[in-house]
């Protein structure tokens, strides 16, 4: 079964470690705009969430491809940050 998800970028994380990352990035109002569902726009909390999405797998799919693509986003500019950054000389250089 570790064969089967690899390459798949969502594993070891849960539904609730998905959610508490989207609510901190974009906050439930946007991912409201981004997934039309009730629990993200009427009274949105992680808890009553969460128990919509595991009894509604379309919903969980398209809120797991919001989460994707938000991490996506992210990553190259935490990529050029590490790229900017130059060692300091620090060798003895004679005067």
């Known amino acids: 079964m570790a064969e089967q998800q690899k390459n798949n970028p969502l594993h070891g994380l849960t539904l609730q470690t998905i959610l508490e990352t989207l609510e901190n990035q974009l906050g439930f109002e946007k991912m409201g705009q981004q997934v039309k569902i ?14 919509f999405l ?8 398209k809120v797991e491809q919001l ?29």
Request: aromatic fraction near 10%; include cysteine.
């Open 54 to 61: 595991r009894k509604t797998p379309w919903a969980r799919e």
């Open 38 to 51: 009730k629990c993200f726009t009427s009274e949105p909390s992680i808890k009553s969430s969460l128990k």
């Open 67 to 95: 989460y994707l693509s938000t991490i996506n986003r992210q990553e190259p500019s935490q990529n050029n940050d590490s790229r900017d950054f130059v060692w300091p000389d620090i060798t003895n250089k004679p005067e």
